[in-house]
């Protein structure tokens, strides 16, 4: 049986048999916000809180936010342990997790903080509202915790579309 690919798939075969280096039209985003959907985020008939997914995709497509930060909804991001899990990626390859989120005014903020972000174009630091919620999602055995003022602030804070190139 021969499968046929769509022409993006095809394109993309191509270009990785050639050896050449993948490129995506979608590199002037400022960050990606992905929120787990998986075993136990989301997921109140295992007694955690819902993920109003539909509500903020909505919201993300009226706004047009996914030209300044993609928005993904994910199954398992783990910990498990502090459901509901998002996790917000920068340009330069940083991260900031955040747990236990289940208000629906935490999800409002982070609709605001990507609507604000598109509005200046760079991304901002997130409110404080959501400072609580911050975990440090992998840390080296034996470290000291991190100071959250220096690590959490992150380097999504200074990211501009000049730097993100």
Request: hydrophobic letters at 35%.
């Amino acid at each position: 049986m021969t499968t046929v690919w769509n022409a993006q798939t095809e394109k993309l075969q191509s270009q990785l048999q050639r050896g050449e280096v993948l490129e995506t039209r979608r590199d002037q985003l400022l960050g990606q916000l992905l929120f787990c959907e998986g075993c136990c985020c989301g997921r109140p008939d295992r007694g955690f809180p819902p993920l109003p997914k539909d509500r903020i995709k909505s919201r993300w497509k009226s706004g047009k936010l996914n030209e300044v930060i993609q928005l993904t909804i994910s199954g398992c991001l783990g910990p498990c342990d502090l459901a509901n899990v998002a996790c917000i990626l920068g340009a330069d390859g940083s991260s900031v997790w955040l747990g236990g989120l289940r208000e629906e005014s935490s999800y409002d903020d982070l609709i605001q903080w990507a609507e604000e972000c598109r509005t200046v174009g760079r991304v901002l630091p997130l409110p404080n509202t959501l400072e609580q919620h911050r975990f440090q999602r992998f840390e080296a055995p034996g470290a000291a915790p991190p100071n959250c003022d220096e690590v959490c602030s992150l380097a999504l804070v200074n990211a501009t579309p000049e730097t993100t190139v």
